[in-house]
């Protein structure tokens, strides 16, 4: 199936985990993609990789952080020149900040709302035009801590609420040129988890039991972390014209976790 044949696709944060794996499959799917990482080595070493599988012609790197204004302008102007069009934008780059209400101090607080809004804010308002144009879709990477706060976590959760708001804001803007959809996460094994597992107590225990103990204290009813590529194909699919009607709405990608109805 290439549901993105002749379209173009910007993922950000495209250079690991959950971008990656949407870059991999948005390119399968057909698309030509642009993705940008803040470290320019380890994007120049996964373009190489996808320009090999996939043909070079339908990949674009550029190094640039999502909170640069000036880097995501001169991104759009990159794809637009190169592809000419976007019909999808993928607001995936960030990380999450583990801290109580007793241990996130001002500073903390800004850096986090500034990543958490502004890594929507920048890259829409950059390829916004192409978007409107081609009458494309945004699709924001979030969590299930927008609507299920956790206390060690706390200044990311409220800063994830209020990306949802700021979406729901702008599928009624944006509407009915570009439609703006999200999928909150619960657990989605990728570079953070994996960095835990690598220095965890007991070095002599397996992964497997690992991250299943790990699920089992999280509590996650299908009893297992999520892979890049789950998430991933949440994406694709809010992504394309099969979700032609879906504007406003999240996706919950948790195996389960959520509490709510
Ligand atoms: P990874 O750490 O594997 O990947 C994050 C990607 O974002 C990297 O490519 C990183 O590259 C890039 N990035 C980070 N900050 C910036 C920035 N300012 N500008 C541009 N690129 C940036 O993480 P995941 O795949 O797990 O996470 C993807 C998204 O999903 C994140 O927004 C994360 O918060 C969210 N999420 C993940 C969950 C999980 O369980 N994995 C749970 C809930 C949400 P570089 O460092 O080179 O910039």
Redesign the pocket.
């Known amino acids: 199936m290439m549901p993105y044949q002749g379209q173009v696709a910007v993922v950000?944060?495209?250079?690991?985990?959950?971008?990656?794996a949407t870059v991999r499959l948005l390119l399968a799917q057909g698309a030509q993609v642009a993705l940008?990482?803040?470290?320019a080595a380890?994007?120049e070493a996964v373009a190489a990789d996808l320009s090999a599988e996939f043909g070079g012609g339908r990949v674009l790197a550029r190094a640039?952080?999502?909170?640069d204004p000036d880097a995501m302008a001169a991104f759009a102007g990159a794809v637009q020149a190169r592809f000419g069009r976007c019909d999808l934008l993928v607001n995936?780059?960030?990380?999450?900040r583990v801290s109580t209400f007793a241990d996130t101090s001002d500073a903390d607080w800004r850096a986090e709302y500034e990543?958490k809004l502004f890594?929507q804010i920048h890259p829409a308002r950059a390829f916004l035009a192409m978007l409107r144009d081609s009458r494309g879709a945004i699709v924001a990477?979030?969590?299930?801590?927008a609507y299920q706060p956790e206390p060690h976590m706390v200044c990311t959760s409220s800063a994830r609420a209020g990306v949802q708001n700021l979406l729901k804001s702008l599928s009624v803007e944006l509407a009915p040129e570009v439609r703006v959809n999200s999928i909150l996460?619960?657990?989605?094994?990728?570079?953070?988890?994996e960095r835990r597992f690598a220095a965890r107590e007991d070095q002599a225990r397996s992964r497997e039991d690992w991250y299943g103990a790990l699920a089992q204290k999280k509590g996650i009813p299908l009893g297992r972390?999520?892979q890049?590529e789950e998430?991933a194909a949440a994406i694709a699919f809010l992504g394309s014209r099969a979700a032609s009607y879906i504007t406003g709405a999240q996706l919950e990608v948790s195996g389960g976790l959520s509490r709510h109805i």
């Open positions: 950000t944060g495209g250079s690991s985990g959950i971008g990656l940008c990482a803040r470290e380890r994007l640039a952080s999502v909170l995936n780059a960030g990380q999450g990543l890594s990477v979030n969590s299930l801590l996460l619960g657990l989605v094994n990728s570079g953070q988890w972390l999520g890049p998430a």
